[in-house]
Structure formats: C-alpha cells, structure tokens
C-alpha cells in the first residue's frame, strides 16, 4: 500500500465523523518495524490504530481524531514510543497534536490539508524540524489534499447555512 492508500482510510473515519456531526478529520496508524542496525523492514506496514474527531461527542478537547489514534497505537504496541509508526490524518495537525507526535517519537506524519489556522507540521509552526528539541521526524504534507479540504470546506458550508436557514 501506499500513503493515498491509507489517507483513503483516514478519510473514511473522518466521513464517520462528519455522520457524528464532528468536524471531518480522521486519522489512521500505520506501523512497520525497521531493524535498527540495518533500517530495513522487520515485517509487513499494519494499520494498528483509527479514530476520527470526537470532541464534541466525548467533549474532550484532546479528543482530534490524531491523538485518539496514537493512544490507540500505544495501547496496541504496549508502549509509548511509537517507533516504526506513520501518523496518517486529513488536517495538518494542531500544536497539540505535533507535540504528542513528537513525544510519542513517531517516524512520520502524513497529512491531506494545510491548516492555516492552526497547521504545527510546517504552515504556522514547524514541530517536527525543531532540531531544539529531542527528537525530529519527517512530514509528507498534501496527500490527496483536495479531497481532504473538500471535506472540511463542505461541512463548515452546511453549518453556516443551517444557522442562516434554521429549518
């Protein structure tokens, strides 16, 4: 598989958001184990963890679909580092988001839209390059971008047109 592949699936649990009537953004866990010595694949990529944005239904604010799925990934792996895992998500992570990635010491993320509002992954902030921190991971921004802004672009649309027209 490739990463349109499992943004596909990141965008089919941000779809079981939206029928929530959550903010659209899904996210999915992908972890490949690589021998430290020769950075070669120990097995096959496994999705180990999915989740979508749950704030509003748990009204937790650290419920985005992300960090759902890395406690997820952690609980699967039975640690907190998540060496070997590839963050998959719709959005460009938050702060929030990007700073858990980073002390969770993921390999990658991989996002479909920027954020301009709030993008930590290299639109606003740069979380993952801070070489002042202690541990930097690499980004593959834009992956099927234009269906993942879609998403967000048509829910807020039928937001404000419901408050305009409440019927």
Same mark, same amino acid.
């Given at each position: 598989?490739?990463?349109?592949?499992?943004?596909?699936?990141? +965008?089919?649990?941000?779809?079981? *958001? =939206?029928? @929530?009537?959550?903010?659209?953004?899904?996210?999915?866990? $992908? #972890?490949?184990?690589?021998?430290?010595?020769?950075?070669?694949?120990?097995?096959?990529?496994?999705?180990?963890?999915?989740?979508?944005?749950?704030?509003?239904?748990?009204?937790?604010?650290?419920?985005?679909?992300?960090? +759902?799925?890395?406690?997820?990934? *952690? =609980?699967? @792996?039975?640690?907190?580092?998540?060496?070997?895992?590839? $963050? #998959?998500?719709?959005?460009?992570?938050?702060?929030?988001?990007?700073?858990?990635?980073?002390?969770?010491?993921?390999?990658?993320?991989?996002?479909?839209?920027?954020?301009?509002?709030?993008?930590?992954?290299?639109?606003?902030?740069?979380?993952?390059?801070?070489?002042?921190?202690?541990?930097?991971?690499?980004?593959?921004?834009?992956?099927?971008?234009?269906?993942?802004?879609?998403?967000?672009?048509?829910?807020?649309?039928?937001?404000?047109?419901?408050?305009?027209?409440?019927?």
């Amino acid at each position: 598989m490739i990463d349109e592949d499992y943004m596909r699936m990141a +965008i089919d649990e941000a779809h079981r *958001a =939206e029928a @929530l009537d959550e903010v659209p953004i899904g996210a999915v866990v $992908v #972890y490949e184990p690589i021998d430290p010595a020769t950075r070669r694949p120990l097995a096959e990529p496994q999705v180990i963890a999915r989740a979508c944005n749950l704030r509003e239904t748990t009204r937790d604010p650290a419920g985005h679909a992300e960090f +759902i799925a890395l406690k997820q990934a *952690a =609980e699967h @792996l039975g640690v907190w580092r998540l060496t070997g895992c590839t $963050v #998959y998500v719709t959005l460009e992570p938050c702060i929030m988001c990007a700073g858990l990635m980073h002390q969770a010491r993921v390999d990658r993320c991989v996002y479909g839209a920027a954020d301009p509002k709030a993008g930590a992954l290299g639109t606003l902030y740069s979380v993952n390059a801070d070489e002042r921190l202690n541990h930097t991971f690499d980004v593959t921004p834009r992956v099927l971008d234009d269906e993942c802004a879609a998403l967000l672009r048509d829910f807020f649309a039928k937001k404000r047109k419901k408050r305009v027209n409440p019927s």
